[in-house]
């Protein structure tokens, strides 16, 4: 053992004091994560890649076939990005869907990565936002990250026709997955933009692209990101191009969201976090967790320093806050609160047991948590700021 590593362990054990259970201190849980990381990895990759293997994914009864091939070399740490590119169709014959999905195989190229299409485990005209998708997709990035050391800060998203209507869906409710997202010549119906507040957004669509008012919701979908980004200084990233003079085809012009994407790399820890459950629900989005998810709650949570603010939460909710060094001091007190009620404070230790449950519940070596506190929500006279009108949906869509 080094002096450093030596020093280290003994003031953990001074910190902890003599009495057992002790809390881990700073070091050990820097180690339970890693030690965690790699059994979790080394016990499961033999069963993944056989999955990769097989190019098809099942989850909870649902098949996804995954086509996949990679540009560009490795990263100087050996990790890649990840692509993944949603196919359009829908609503149509297997062999109209299996031909989107060849279409989709080569129609954007990364400068480097693993670039993924799956084939949607559907037919029906919304294919790509059912709720096996949702598992699938986390499914496709934990065997990529273990197997094909997929960096989980580097994912993307993107989708054509169908498979933008999916990126409208998918990407607010499961924006704590994505560094970046694409929206091509897809329509919206009754997704809502304000889960996106800490995942940069682009829209592509034709200038001509008419029907079920594709050009006319996207453009309305950029009035709405402006004024969510002009009332959040900083949050709302995002792009809009309506390609003058295209219709539903856009002559690859669409391409370059790739690069533009590519530019961000996902904060797992955001200062603020607006968590809008659609009607497919996730129990955890950045470092918040609920245990009974329902859909249209709305959670609004911000931090600075010791400080965990809850801005804006249903009455009697039941939240985790999940933490780490990364984002304050452990060692010190911690206080949460809403609307000027103090729900707790005091230490907040760092356990194993929260590091195995956040690395059991998705396997994802960057957003694996040390510590959390539980508190329930109370009944605020807060009033939340109106989100921006949601564009009207066709009848026929």
């Not at 969201?257 to 129990?283: E, G, I």
């Amino acid at each position: 053992m080094t002096t450093f590593a030596l020093s280290a362990y003994l003031l953990c054990i001074a910190a902890a004091g003599a009495d057992a259970p002790k809390p881990l201190c700073r070091s050990e849980a820097t180690a339970a994560v890693e030690a965690a990381v790699k059994r979790i990895a080394d016990r499961s990759r033999a069963e993944r890649a056989a999955e990769l293997k097989s190019g098809v994914l099942a989850v909870d009864g649902a098949r996804m076939p995954i086509w996949a091939t990679q540009f560009g070399p490795k990263s100087k740490d050996g990790t890649r990005p990840l692509w993944i590119s949603m196919h359009g169709g829908g609503g149509a014959p297997a062999k109209v869907n299996d031909q989107q999905w060849d279409n989709q195989k080569r129609l954007y190229q990364p400068a480097e990565g693993v670039y993924v299409a799956p084939r949607a485990p559907s037919n029906e005209w919304n294919l790509w936002h059912q709720a096996p998708v949702d598992r699938l997709f986390e499914r496709l990035i934990e065997d990529l990250v273990i197997c094909e050391r997929v960096d989980p800060d580097r994912v993307y998203l993107m989708g054509y026709s169908a498979g933008g209507d999916g990126v409208y869906q998918l990407a607010p409710r499961m924006a704590d997955r994505f560094a970046a997202a694409s929206m091509m010549a897809g329509h919206p119906n009754d997704a809502r933009p304000e889960g996106l507040r800490n995942l940069p957004f682009a829209i592509h669509v034709g200038g001509d692209d008419g029907a079920f008012d594709r050009n006319k919701v996207a453009a309305q979908w950029g009035v709405m990101l402006d004024a969510l980004a002009q009332s959040d200084p900083g949050a709302y990233v995002h792009q809009v191009e309506v390609h003058a003079g295209k219709g539903h085809w856009m002559d690859r012009e669409d391409a370059s969201a790739v690069p533009w994407m590519a530019k961000y790399t996902r904060n797992a820890r955001p200062q603020k976090v607006v968590w809008l459950q659609d009607d497919v629900t996730h129990p955890r989005f950045y470092w918040l967790a609920v245990d009974e998810p329902k859909p249209g709650q709305r959670l609004v949570v911000t931090r600075q320093g010791q400080e965990i603010t809850i801005v804006e939460a249903p009455p009697s909710l039941a939240v985790r806050i999940l933490l780490d060094d990364t984002m304050l001091d452990l060692d010190k007190d911690v206080r949460v609160t809403q609307d000027g009620k103090e729900l707790f404070t005091g230490r907040v230790p760092r356990s194993k047991a929260v590091i195995e449950r956040t690395l059991q519940e998705r396997f994802d070596p960057k957003a694996a948590f040390t510590a959390e506190v539980k508190v329930v929500t109370v009944a605020t006279a807060v009033v939340a700021p109106a989100a921006p009108a949601a564009p009207a949906v066709p009848a026929t869509r």
